[in-house]
């Protein structure tokens, strides 16, 4: 598999690929924590993603990650710190405000719509993104239907990034689980994001399914010039895509670095790998 290295710059607040310095960091987490009862599951977490950045986040299983994507995304609150998207704090948003504001995910369990055809998945993913009004929707004014053809297109359009266009009518349940991964990401890029949280998008796929997503990942950052994060536990993936990886265990960041330098540091090495000497996974 063919391994990206890019060179990564210090900017107030973190590193991000050279590439994106000369704007601000698209998300900006600062300080962030949060404690479930007396339980601390992300704790002091900063990080920083340039705007067409690919960044990782690996850890150990009960780490922090997925805690972390339901933090960005407002699913949960957190007890302590702020993230920015665009430098707009998101506190206190709903998670729809939040997906608005340029953040979409997919999730480590499929959640699909799985009796509806695989255009409606996309059009349902587009739906928050559209800004017809409610009157114009109820009466079916021309205003709807322009929006309706317009985002059918879209969706179309969008399928044919992963070659699922021919698949638009085929209820979504009836894809091979490899193809509904891929649908949940063409979902979440339906509603525009500026930045993409992919949380084990490989989890269940074959090595040549897994090397495909690979390649698609890179294409749609290329084709959409966002970014994207990635919680995987596929190990050939996150170094062979992510060009910053941050490492979590117990709610903290123990490491950051390119993927070389995580394969590399002992403390990564140590707590994550469990092992001294035996990054061969990493
Ligand atoms: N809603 C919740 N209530 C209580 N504890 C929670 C809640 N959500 C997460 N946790 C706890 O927070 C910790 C981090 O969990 P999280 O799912 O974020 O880990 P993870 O790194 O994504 O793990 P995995 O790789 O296994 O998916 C765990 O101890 C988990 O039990």
């Known amino acids: 598999m063919s391994k990206e290295s ?3 710059v210090e900017v ?7 590439r994106d310095a000369g704007a601000p960091p698209v998300l900006e987490v600062r300080h962030l924590g949060i404690d479930f009862g007396g339980l601390t599951a992300v704790d002091d977490f900063n990080f920083i993603i340039g705007r067409t950045e690919i960044g990782g986040l690996i850890g150990p299983n009960g780490a922090g990650k997925t805690t972390i994507f339901n933090l960005l995304t407002n699913v949960y609150q957190p007890t302590r710190g702020h993230i920015l998207v665009n430098g707009v704090d998101t506190r206190g948003k709903k998670t729809y405000e939040v997906n608005r504001m340029g953040i979409a995910r997919t999730f480590q369990n499929i959640r699909l719509f799985k009796a509806l055809p695989v255009l409606d998945n996309v059009l349902i993913g587009m739906h928050n993104a559209m800004t017809y009004r409610l009157g114009a929707s109820v009466l079916r004014l021309p205003s709807f239907w322009k929006q309706e053809r317009a985002a059918r297109s879209r969706a179309l359009e969008l399928l044919s990034i992963f070659g699922m266009q ?14 509904q991964r891929r649908l949940e990401i063409v979902r979440a890029l339906a509603s525009g994001p500026k930045v993409l949280l992919l949380d084990e998008p490989a989890a269940g796929m074959n090595p040549s399914e897994t090397a495909e997503l690979m390649e698609n990942i890179r294409k749609i950052r290329d084709t959409f010039q966002i970014a994207v994060i990635l919680i995987e536990h596929d190990m050939n993936l996150v170094m062979g895509i992510c060009e910053g ?5 117990y709610g903290q960041i123990i490491a950051k670095g390119t993927p070389q330098e995580i394969r590399t540091d002992p403390v990564v090495i140590e707590a994550y790998l469990g092992k001294k000497g035996g990054a061969a996974g990493c």
């Open 12 to 18: 107030p607040g973190g590193v991000i690929p050279e």
């Open 245 to 249: 990886i941050a490492v979590l265990n």
């Open 6 to 8: 890019t060179k990564l």
């Open 166 to 179: 021919d698949l638009a009518d085929v209820p979504a349940g009836g894809l091979p689980y490899g193809a």
